[in-house]
Every structure is written in C-alpha cells, then in structure tokens.
C-alpha cells in the first residue's frame, strides 16, 4: 500500500494526528459495537501482495484487506537469542516483555553510544532459518530477512546483487557492531575469548571465592620460611575447570584435588590449587583491580562473580557479596558508552539451516536492541505504525487500517494480460473473517473478482461470519478451485468457554462447516491445539471425531499445544487459574522448548491416526494447483484469529494445506 496521491477527506477529522500525514486515508471511524477499536478508512492502490521466492508458502499470493488485528513480522530472531537488558542481565528473547528496559543504541554527535530503551512490542512467526557465526565465536539464528549494523550500515542477513531481491546483505568478512556473545556456546575455549574477559572473569571468580596469599612460619632451625598459596573450592564443576582452563591460557598451571565428600545435605567440592610462588603472584597480577576496566573486563568480572557466587530463580538475579570493592564493580552500566569493541566480529560463515523455525521479533523506542552481543534492528512492519504516531504494539492490533476500495483494485490488477492466474490465499496473515467484515463487507467484492478472472482461491478463517458468503463462494467453485478450512480446537462448552472467552462456540463453527459442505464445497477442519490431559483423551478424540464427521467434514488438520515465547506465560497463568493441578506437567513438557516433546507428539499420532482412518477424516484431497495430494497430519502449525488465549498458544503462521 502506498500513502500518497490522494488528498484527506474532511471526514477525517476524527483520526490521531499522525494519520493526517496518510493522504489517501478517508475517514478514521469508531462505533458502539467494536469498542477499543478504531478503523482508519484508506483508498489502496494495490491489493495482491506476492509472496517472497524464499517463503516455504506453496502459495504466491494473498490478499489482506485489513491491516492490524494479526502480528506479520519480517525481522526475526531464535528464540533463544540473549538480549541485553537494562540491568546487565542477558535474558532469551523468549523472557523479554513489553515494558521492559534494555539496551538499544542511537547517534550522538559522531558516535553511535549504548542507550537505555523501552520494549514497546513483541510478536511472534514462523520463518526459514539462517545462521550466522562471528569470528569470536557469536552465532545468531534469524531470518534472511533480519537487519544487523556493521561497520558499512545496516545489512540483511541475505539478499542478492541483482533482480529484484537486490538489496545490502551480509558477505563473508563483514564486520558487525557490538561487543558479541564472547562464544556461549564454546564457553570453555579461551581462544574465543577476549583477553580482558577472561582477567575480568579471573578476577571475578577468584576473588569472590578464592584463597589467595603468601604466608612465614618458623622453621625448627629458627629461620623464617615461606609459604605461597592459592586454592579455588566449588561445588560447581562447570565453573572450576574454566577457572583452571583460562589460568592455563594465562601460564599458570594448576592442580585439582577433592576438597569435601558428598553429603546428605551438600554436594561433593573440588578444589585448585598452586602453591609455586611464580604461580601465585601471577594469580594476584592478574586479578588486580583495572583502572580503566574495559567492556571485556566488566563483563566477564560479572560472568565470575555470578559462577561463584550468584544465582538466578523468578526471574531474579542475586549475588551474595559483602565485599565493597566488589559491590562497586557490580554496579556498571554501559550506557553512553560508544559502540566500539576489540572483539573478533567479523562475519566467517552464513548459512541456510534448510528449515522453518518459530523465530521473535521486538520493537523498542531506539528501532535497534542488542543480540548476543551485536546491534540488532527491528521489524520494520511495526515501525510504518509509529510512522503514523501509533504505537506498535496495542495500537497495532486496535488501530485497524481498512482497504475500503480493494475489490475494486484486485479487478483491476487481475485484469491485466500479465496476470497468471495464480492460487490466491486469504487468511494467510490477517483473518478476512475477522469482526471488522461484518462492517465493511469487502469479501463478497474480492471473491467476485477472483472467481471472474479464472483465480483459485482459498480462505482459512476462525470466524463464522464465512457463512454469510458461502452462497457466493459456492458459485465461485463451479468456475475455479476454491478450499475452505475452519479452526475448531476444542469440543467440550466449558473447557471451550474457558480457554477461548468471546469467540464463536464450537457449535456455531462446526455448523459453518456443515453449510459449507452442503452447498458442496470442501471444508477442512484444524483440531489444533490439542491440550495435553485436557483434550487429547480418547474420549474426547473420539467426541471431537465424532462432531466434525457428523459437520460433514472433508478432513482434519491436528497437531499439538505449541507454547511459543510470550503466550508460554498467558497460557500458564490461564493453567493455574482453571487446572493448577496439570501445571508441573505443563512445566516439564514445555521446559525447554516451544514445542510437546516429541514422544508425545509421536503418542499422540498412535493415538489420532487410527481414529481419523476410523471416522473416514484421513483422506486426502486433490492439491487444485498442483493434482499432489496434501498431508493431514502436520503438527505444531498455527490459527489465524488472535483474539483469543488459544488463539496466543498457537504458532503464528498458517498451514500450508489449502494450495
């Protein structure tokens, strides 16, 4: 869509100011019976949007009349990406939350300076996976499409040097902005370390919990002897030998002995130690206090103290010290400092991983964060929002833009000679059935106009509004392909009501697919998620089953509860709310990752297979576009209304399964 060309209408005094600058934008609307939602009328010069070459889709087109309602992130990271924040802690992306202050960065003056900033949005997707690994041994995992800051501006993780996905991208040696992860995922080679990192986390360590020192006694002769000596005690076995590792790296040779058996109560310590006067003055040297400490220095200090000495639970994290000079070293913040870092950051390899993975995205008030090390940059569909003056976060699900002229627009783009034909996808990003249809009606205007060009089209829909139009797409199947597919997750009332407050019942969905299937169009259903100790019984397999065939449904879609990062904590609360006693279960499924552990998604198959074959619901159906027949069994996929706590639970993106 673009924002100029066309002069505001004078009905458009009702708009937030920012919206003034949206010279095709008609009329900003709010009414009784969508409270909290504002719809901002505009005139689209476009309304088919190509889907990327690089997307997994096996479509290429989709349209959305909407804009807002649903999260569509292009600049992404794993999961597990370490985010600086504010306080110096590093959480996984999954961990960060709207509200929370972390470090972005932003020019002043000739520098580019470490700033304090505010988490304004966070939002979710599936997308193909690239690695990308630094010289000091930083990996990041993100999307081809994701922004990082080098030493010559921002570029994308992939791209080409010509056609048309030209654009500034990452090549081997380029050379990022930041000070880098200091290679987590090697924590025991020093050689991926900076020197000043490992002093800082030497210093750390041993002085947080080291015995260090050189001692006289007297000797039987009368002359006084010395006696030198450094020893380092943990229970922590992790911690001791990088200790011991990066003491090597440093020259000084150490030895490990039992310090104190396990007990009842502690766990068995092992100890280092030196007594080589060489030995231990080296020690003291290296674990003097800096002057001018370095980035390096600090943040390996705080890696020790917090090995020694800390310990992180709720959230929190606590490190027991009353040592005053450690304490002053504890309090360090990198703000105003500039962007500037001897570590090795240049780019050694980047590689396509070959598969989809649920990947984050952030926005903040600077537009960039820092991510395991590196300066990161945000989405950029969330920033055309805050172009506008809203927000983007709430106001970009509240603040609905509304294509009023698309079904005229996709005419006249579908009656150009150069149009192929392509299969059409709705419900790909936004819902076409969300609340906002009942008011402005653009399906029935683009189904027309789909039928009436020769164009296949498909609708993935959570809404039951689909049943005012299934006449009309009736009469476009008798002249194209068309496929309907209905979300429809749970099949007990009050389980339903609980998980999914205010959204079409189960009854009403499955009579949307009953009409759709008596006016002889295929209607698909996704019984996903299924709710581990909730929904997955046979029972209520075998209701669920029993319900969709009875619907007269041409086939069923399931898969598993997804608790994809930032609907983890909403479904979990939801969870101690209605069934406290199911949540040490839920804690251990979905402990380490978004996904049921995959012995039980295999139980689950072993379960739903037979009975899917047993109520006719596993057969495939015939691919309009390519005669291949589709898959009925792929889990861990998504929904397209998110108005609902189910709805957050799922994946966001959408099953592959209608073209």
């Not at 990327?52 to 990271?77: E, V």
């Not at 010509?162 to 500034?168: D, E, L, V």
């Not at 800082?200 to 919990?209: A, F, V």
Request: proline share 5%.
């Amino acid at each position: 869509m673009r924002w100029s060309g066309q002069e505001l209408d004078a009905e458009s005094d009702a708009a937030l100011p920012g919206l003034a600058r949206l010279s095709n934008l008609v009329r900003s609307v709010t009414t009784p019976e969508f409270a909290g939602i504002r719809f901002h009328e505009v005139l689209a010069k476009s309304a088919l949007n190509r889907v990327p070459t690089a997307s997994d889709m096996p479509f290429g087109w989709t349209i959305n009349p909407y804009r807002g309602c649903s999260h569509a992130c292009s600049y992404c990271l794993h999961p597990e990406t370490q985010i600086l924040m504010a306080d110096g802690r590093q959480l996984p992306l999954w961990q960060v939350k709207i509200g929370d202050r972390i470090y972005g960065t932003e020019v002043q003056g000739n520098y580019r300076r470490y700033v304090v900033t505010t988490v304004h949005a966070i939002w979710n997707t599936r997308k193909p996976a690239h690695r990308v690994a630094l010289a000091d041994g930083t990996t990041l995992v993100s999307s081809g499409d994701h922004r990082f800051l080098t030493d010559r501006g921002w570029k994308h993780v992939a791209g080409q040097m010509s056609g048309p996905g030209t654009r500034p991208h990452l090549t081997i040696n380029n050379t990022l902005m930041g000070f880098g992860s200091m290679g987590l995922s090697d924590i025991d080679q020093p050689q991926f370390f900076p020197e000043q990192y490992r002093r800082g986390y030497l210093t750390g360590m041993i002085r947080g919990d080291g015995h260090l020192g050189h001692y006289e006694y007297a000797r039987s002769s009368g002359r006084r002897g010395e006696v030198h000596r450094f020893r380092l005690a943990l229970a922590d076995a992790e911690a001791l030998n990088r200790t011991r590792t990066y003491l090597d790296w440093e020259g000084i040779p150490t030895t490990t002995f039992a310090f104190s058996p396990e007990s009842e109560t502690r766990r068995p310590v092992t100890a280092i130690r030196t007594s080589s006067a060489r030995a231990v003055s080296a020690v003291e040297e290296l674990v003097e206090w800096q002057s001018v400490p370095s980035n390096d220095w600090h943040a390996g200090f705080l890696a020790g103290v917090f090995d020694t000495e800390g310990s992180c639970s709720q959230g929190g994290l606590r490190i027991s010290n009353s040592d005053p000079e450690i304490i002053a070293q504890r309090k360090l913040s990198i703000e105003g400092a500039a962007v500037t870092s001897d570590a090795r950051l240049d780019v050694v390899s980047i590689e396509d991983l070959g598969e989809v993975i649920d990947m984050i995205d952030i926005t903040t008030g600077t537009g960039d964060f820092i991510a395991n090390g590196v300066i990161s940059h945000n989405c950029f569909a969330r920033k055309t929002h805050e172009y506008l003056d809203l927000d983007a976060g709430k106001d970009f699900d509240s603040e609905i833009i509304v294509k009023v002229n698309v079904a005229e627009v996709l005419s006249r783009e579908l009656a150009k000679p150069t149009w192929g034909r392509h299969p059409v996808a709705l419900g790909t990003n936004t819902d076409p059935y969300q609340r906002a249809e009942g008011r402005y009606s653009l399906m029935p205007g683009i189904i027309a106009a789909l039928a009436e060009s020769g164009t296949p089209l498909s609708v993935l829909t959570k809404g039951t509004l689909l049943r005012r139009d299934l006449a009309l797409l009736s009469e476009a199947n008798t002249v194209v392909p068309v496929g309907l597919a209905m979300s429809v997750a749970i099949y007990d009332d009050a389980l339903q009501q609980s998980v999914e407050p205010g959204t079409p019942s189960t009854a009403a969905r499955l009579a949307t697919v009953k009409a759709a299937r008596e006016l002889g169009l295929d209607c698909e259903v996704f019984m996903m998620p299924i709710l581990p100790y909730l929904t997955d019984t046979r029972e209520h397999l075998e209701h669920a089953l029993g319900l969709i065939r009875d619907a007269g449904a041409t086939s069923v879609v399931y898969g598993a509860l997804h608790l994809r990062p930032g609907a983890k904590e909403w479904f979990m609360e939801w969870l101690e709310r209605e069934h406290p006693e199911l949540v040490p279960r839920y804690r251990a499924m979905y402990a380490r990752n978004s996904y049921a552990p995959q012995e039980y998604r295999a139980w689950l198959g072993a379960k739903i297979v037979p009975l899917l074959r047993r109520f006719g619901l596993s057969r495939g159906s015939e691919d309009p576009a390519t005669g291949t027949v589709r898959s009925r069994s792929l889990a861990g996929s998504g929904s397209t209304a998110p108005d609902s706590l189910l709805a957050a639970a799922l994946p966001n993106g959408h099953l592959p399964t209608l073209f």
